[in-house]
């Protein structure tokens, strides 16, 4: 977003060619690399809700100039924040609609407070900045005797969309959460098993239901810590286990892709122990790397004693002399022995070695994916071939 003004401050010009004519319907754009996003997704399009962008008044917070001594003050600021709290509140309550009509009470209430909860998310954002948010409303997530309700309808209706779980994807982003579910999970299957035979997914799937068998899954929803129902993220989410599971069903059938990057000169396997010491060198070597990249600067690795060529002398003097049983080492240690590690520190020592490994260990053809209008394959909305290359051959300049 260019920040240059066409016409007054209302309108600023965008490099994309679009004219912004009011800056309070992009909910609050600063233009101070802001994202401003448009599109002709048809996916996005479907699913957006329409109306007009969340917008409020907000109050000045004084500038000040940077000054890199007191940058701790406002990280200082951010550790009492409760933006992960709040946007939680808010993804809940919209897996929440799911349960209403639209024309319902509590759909048009669960609304309001989306609307709301968007303040509340850039006040908390903005106190870094010195901004001082209201307390949130916590009668929105539990029951207080603090709090009147002027009305017995009101009362209902908050206790009716009150926030006390989270959407059920969430078991993936918190252990703590999905560790309750599993244990509800388990509980339900001991009952469900002893009283009918089935175990809960199976009782779901019964395609004749008694009256028992009813009040035992709607028990089950009622008690779950999460909020199962279908919503846009819940039924994206099952789809992904269900095909994740199927992955994992079929990597249980495949043999050790990583034997065909070696070339099986490796006969002594205590050796990996020697490699193993080689790790802690490398990962201060990515350090530096890392750091260099943030900064824009170039270092001299060779002043701290570790690049890549002095992490492979000393695997030459120590370890072995022959660098294709020093490949087949790495491999083993970062694809079996620590298969969580970077696979960066074998293919950085040795990804000449591993490539000549996989020719050797194949018929040498790859296929690859280039663009073709009448392809078999559809990615992002475009449509791919593969053609066929031979490895063996040598490429073209």
Request: net charge neutral; glycine share 4%; with cysteine.
């Given at each position: ?109 669960i609304i309001e407070r989306l609307k709301i909860l968007r303040k509340c998310q850039g006040n908390e954002i903005d106190k870094t900045k010195g901004a001082n948010p209201k307390p949130f409303p916590i009668w929105w ?25 989270r959407p059920y994807f969430m078991r993936y982003l918190y252990s703590d959460y999905n560790k309750k579910y599993q244990k509800h999970v388990e509980n339900f299957n001991v009952y469900c098993v002893s009283k009918y ?122 370890i072995s002399s022959n660098e294709e049983e020093l490949c087949d080492i790495c491999i083993l240690l970062v694809y079996s022995f620590h298969p969580n590690y970077k696979k960066d520190f074998a293919w950085d020592l ?48």
């Amino acid at each position: 977003m260019r920040n240059s003004l066409f016409g007054s401050a209302e309108h600023p010009f965008l490099d994309e060619d679009i004219v912004c004519s009011n800056r309070k319907l992009l909910a609050n754009t600063r233009f101070d690399f802001d994202i401003l996003l448009t599109t002709n997704n048809k996916q996005m399009i479907d699913g957006s809700f329409g109306g007009l962008p969340i917008t409020y008044d907000k109050h000045p917070i004084k500038k000040v100039k940077i000054d890199k001594k007191e940058l701790y003050k406002f990280d200082k600021r951010a550790f009492d924040t409760r933006i992960g709290f709040i946007t939680n509140i808010s993804t809940s309550l919209y897996t929440m609609l799911n349960n209403f009509k639209k024309d319902s009470k509590e759909y048009k209430k669960i609304i309001e407070r989306l609307k709301i909860l968007r303040k509340c998310q850039g006040n908390e954002i903005d106190k870094t900045k010195g901004a001082n948010p209201k307390p949130f409303p916590i009668w929105w997530t539990r029951k207080t005797p603090d709090i009147i309700f002027k009305t017995e309808e009101e009362e209902i209706l908050n206790k009716n969309i009150m926030v006390t779980k989270r959407p059920y994807f969430m078991r993936y982003l918190y252990s703590d959460y999905n560790k309750k579910y599993q244990k509800h999970v388990e509980n339900f299957n001991v009952y469900c098993v002893s009283k009918y035979g089935y175990d809960i997914n199976e009782l779901k799937n019964c395609k004749y239901q008694t009256e028992a068998t009813l009040k035992s899954l709607n028990d089950f929803e009622f008690l779950s810590p999460l909020i199962d129902n279908d919503s846009t993220m819940n039924l994206l989410c099952h789809y992904m286990e269900e095909k994740i599971q199927e992955i994992k069903i079929c990597r249980k059938n495949k043999f050790n892709d990583y034997e065909l990057m070696m070339s099986h000169k490796n006969k002594q396997s205590e050796l990996l122990k020697y490699m193993d010491s080689i790790l802690p060198y490398y990962n201060r070597f990515l350090q530096i790397r890392a750091k260099d990249i943030i900064e824009q600067e170039e270092t001299d690795y060779a002043v701290y004693g570790i690049d890549i060529n002095s992490l492979k002398t000393s695997m030459f003097n120590n370890i072995s002399s022959n660098e294709e049983e020093l490949c087949d080492i790495c491999i083993l240690l970062v694809y079996s022995f620590h298969p969580n590690y970077k696979k960066d520190f074998a293919w950085d020592l040795f990804g000449d070695i591993i490539i000549k490994n996989i020719i050797n260990n194949t018929d040498g053809i790859a296929h690859m994916p280039v663009k073709d209008n009448n392809g078999t394959v559809e990615y992002l909305y475009s449509k791919y071939g593969f053609i066929e290359l031979d490895l063996k051959e040598p490429l073209e300049e």
